[in-house]
Structures are given as C-alpha cells and as structure tokens.
C-alpha cells in the first residue's frame, strides 16, 4: 500500500514537473511590443512614434542585460551606473516621443508607483497584522 501511494505521488509530481517545462517562455519582442502598444495607447504615439519607441525598447532591453551581465551587485559602481543608464535611455525615449508625450510618460510611471507602492505597504501591512 505505501510503496504504492510513494509510486503515484512520485509520478503525478515528475508529469506535473514536465508540464511546466513545456510551457512556453514569453519571447522577449513580445514584451516590447506590448509595452511599445500600451505607451502608444496612453500617450497617443503615431504609428511611426510607436515602431521608433518598440525598436528603442528593444535596444534599452538589450543594453539593460549586458550592463547586468558585465556588473556585479557587489561593485561599489552598481547602481550609480544603472542609473546612469536608465538617464541614457529616458534621453533617448524624450528624444523619441518629444517633451511633452516625455512628460506625460512620466507622469504615468509615477502614478504607477504610487499606486504599487500603496499595494506593496497594504500587503506589509495584513502580513504583520496576522
């Protein structure tokens, strides 16, 4: 009787573990191009605009994994060159879209950390609360 419940938990958890490996990865250019679809829709981009930001998002993503690659999180530089970085990029975003469409962006960014910094203390929160 146990060896054959130890045999059905074992195989439900090695088909359980084998559907998860199959499912697929999200390719990264879809990513972009979602992001690319959702700044054109909340800042009005032309078609052109929108092409221009999901080639530059593309690129941003890119340059983002190589600097990660080449840095480490215990380099003294590590987060002063990822902000410097992140500067590079939101010139070249500004430059993109223009000052105001710029503008609007960031001003969307920060309400939307507003909204999941109050979510994030709402969970801190009830966690301490229990």
């Known amino acids: 009787m146990k060896k054959e419940l130890i ?4 195989l439900s958890l ?11 990865v ?24 929108k092409a221009k930001v999901q080639a530059l998002l593309e690129k941003q993503d890119k340059d983002y994994k190589e600097a990660k690659e080449k840095l480490s999180p215990k380099d003294a530089n590590f987060k002063t060159k ?9 010139l070249e ?9 710029f503008a609007k962006y960031k001003e969307n960014r920060k309400q939307e950390k507003m909204r999941f910094d ?13």
């Open 7 to 10: 045999l059905t938990v074992s």
């Open 14 to 24: 090695f088909f359980a573990m084998a559907s998860i490996a199959q499912q697929p």
């Open 26 to 49: 999200k390719a990264p250019n879809k990513v972009t191009e979602k992001r690319a679809e959702r700044m054109a829709d909340e800042l009005g981009l032309t078609t052109v605009e």
């Open 82 to 90: 990822l902000e410097a970085l992140h500067k590079k990029q939101e």
């Open 93 to 101: 975003l500004e430059k993109e879209i223009g000052k105001e469409k």
């Open 118 to 130: 109050a979510v994030r203390d709402q969970q801190q929160t009830t966690v301490t609360a229990n």
